[in-house]
């Protein structure tokens, strides 16, 4: 009996020393936007303990003041407070920009659909930080002033654009993945020279990687040939490359759509040699235009090496009449790449009077309230609203809007407007 309640005891003890271990698992990020006090306490005021400049590794301890602070040691052995929205996680969640759209801004909405309400506007170049990755829809959060404000964005108007290196030693051998940005780390993990890894965040000597089913940081000294390469579905690329129309059946065409998705729209249909300008490689899709006409293809369906299977002579059967176009591609003048901008922020018709509508923060604008005026040229403060009040427009124009709000006629700025 002693002897098993020994062992139960044993047990018990390694579950306490197991599961705390686990919980704290290191978190890194790394310092942007110049050089970032380390502060006593979180807060502006406080005294500062040091400057650190942009690419410096931290490690990240626990969140401050509703998270617009974290806690932090630096590599140096202090520690301190750092503000959040000068911070980028390295084993936080993954990232992405926005892509150019109409007004210069994509719509954050409540709900993976073009049905559900606008929360705000997050202008383009802004960066978005992806919660949940899907096809259609990702939901994400930006940070306005250090606060993360939570929302959807279709996968179409973010780039996910990742870099690559190469595992490089002098004597061919393997190379240790630590745990943390810093030899004094422990290794999770070797990868063999000329093995390619995916960058996930930069820094000062140090990379955050993955390969072949590793994740964790690796010496810059190790790593060569980084370069863009584009994520899982599209995204921007400076450069392009020909590929060939390749269906698996040569009688086949393949749908150019107007989308990354097999439920867009057709554009046109190609059959097998039709040249392609491919300008954004994906796994899945590819941002290609045939001729001057701009569009996706699926990648399966595309041969890069300049091998397709000949088309048949004979014109495939269909259950309706199928649209055929055939294109003599002109690569020069290189075309000017069409944004996709109906997608999510169609380009809006100017409301009539009594269209109903609420009021919605802009990204980057610093605002939590949106002010609402007496006058239309906004100097009189009527009072503040919270973002999704419901008002009526009574006249719209591109940057003023007298509105009906609580019952009285009022002003607001064009930019806190959606309907």
């Excluded at 599961?19 to 807060?43: K, W």
Aim: with cysteine; net charge positive; aromatic share 10%.
């Amino acid at each position: 009996m002693k002897g098993k309640r020994t062992l139960a005891l044993v047990a018990l003890a390694l579950l306490l020393t197991l599961v705390p271990l686990a919980a704290l698992a290191d978190t890194f990020a790394v310092v942007r936007g110049g050089r970032l006090n380390l502060r006593e306490y979180p807060s502006t005021g406080s005294r500062s303990l040091g400057k650190y400049s942009s690419g410096t590794w931290v490690r990240l301890i626990e969140p401050a003041n509703n998270g617009t602070w974290w806690s932090v040691r630096t590599l140096d052995g202090r520690s301190g407070y750092m503000a959040a929205s000068y911070l980028d996680q390295a084993n936080g969640v993954n990232q992405g920009t926005v892509r150019y759209a109409n007004g210069g801004y994509v719509n954050l909405r409540s709900g993976p659909s073009l049905e559900t309400s606008v929360i705000m506007r997050v202008t383009c170049g802004s960066t978005v930080y992806i919660q949940d990755e899907s096809y259609e829809w990702n939901y994400v959060y930006v940070l306005v002033n250090g606060v993360a404000q939570y929302g959807y964005m279709h996968d179409s108007f973010i780039d996910k654009g990742t870099t690559t290196a190469t595992v490089t030693t002098r004597n061919g051998g393997r190379v240790n993945v630590r745990s943390g940005p810093s030899s004094s780390y422990g290794s999770v993990g070797t990868l063999a020279s000329g093995t390619r890894v995916t960058v996930l965040k930069k820094g000062n000597g140090w990379y955050h990687i993955s390969a072949n089913g590793l994740k964790g940081f690796m010496s810059t000294q190790y790593l060569s040939g980084t370069g863009s390469t584009v994520g899982g579905n599209t995204g921007s690329s400076t450069s392009s490359r020909v590929a060939y129309v390749n269906n698996p059946r040569s009688t086949q065409v393949l749908n150019l759509r107007e989308s990354p998705s097999q439920s867009a729209r057709s554009i046109g249909q190609y059959r097998n040699g039709t040249q392609v300008k491919v300008v954004a490689f994906g796994q899945t899709w590819c941002e290609v235009y045939v001729g001057t006409r701009h569009g996706y293809m699926m990648t399966r369906y595309l041969s890069f090496d300049g091998s397709y299977t000949p088309p048949s002579q004979s014109q495939p059967s269909y259950t309706s009449t199928p649209v055929y176009i055939y294109v003599t591609p002109t690569l020069s003048p290189t075309p000017t790449p069409t944004p996709l901008i109906q997608y999510i922020t169609p380009v809006p018709s100017t409301p009539t009077a009594g269209t109903k509508g609420t009021l919605a923060v802009r990204a980057g604008s610093g605002q939590t309230m949106i002010p609402v005026y007496n006058d239309s040229s906004l100097t009189s403060l009527k009072a503040n609203y919270m973002p999704g009040t419901q008002m009526t427009i009574l006249s719209y124009d591109t940057s003023v809007c007298m509105i009906l709000i609580d019952g009285g006629v009022a002003y607001v700025s064009t930019w806190n407007v959606n309907y």
